[in-house]
Nanobody, 119 residues
Framework: QVRLVESGGGLVHGGGSLRLSCAAS????????MNWYRQSPGTGRNWVAR???????DYADAVKGRFTVSRDNAKNTVYLQMDDLKPEDTAVYYC?????????????WGQGTQVTVFS
């Protein structure tokens, strides 16, 4: 079992910054990609950003130029640096691990962390 724990959410004024963390623990695994998604009340879960095992990154148009995804392999942690936050960024943010453990596919979600941006 691989457990994902997000942290770093909170309340921030528009234009401010937050850094989310997603820490993986448990059994040994190999990462293929870590995604960040977000979900606002009454909407579906929308993809935000991705980092792969080759450190290739990709972003949704809505956050491109403002958000940066990175990882620290030694800490088994992926980060989402969010700058110039806007009220429309308000959502619960989830990390999503795609990988393998003991040759079996992994597709795990964290519990989510709330980000609220006020104007």
């Amino acid at each position: 079992q691989v457990r994902l724990v997000e942290s770093g959410g909170g309340l921030v004024h528009g234009g401010g910054s937050l850094r989310l963390s997603c820490a993986a623990s448990g059994r040994r695994f190999s990462l293929l990609a870590m995604n960040w998604y977000r979900q606002s009340p009454g909407t579906g879960r929308n993809w935000v950003a991705r980092i792969t095992n080759t450190d290739t990154t990709d972003y949704a148009d809505a956050v491109k130029g403002r958000f940066t995804v990175s990882r620290d392999n030694a800490k088994n942690t992926v980060y989402l640096q969010m700058d110039d936050l806007k009220p429309e960024d308000t959502a619960v943010y989830y990390c999503n691990l795609i990988g393998k453990a003991n040759g079996q596919p992994l597709y795990n979600w964290g519990q989510g962390t709330q980000v609220t941006v006020f104007s």
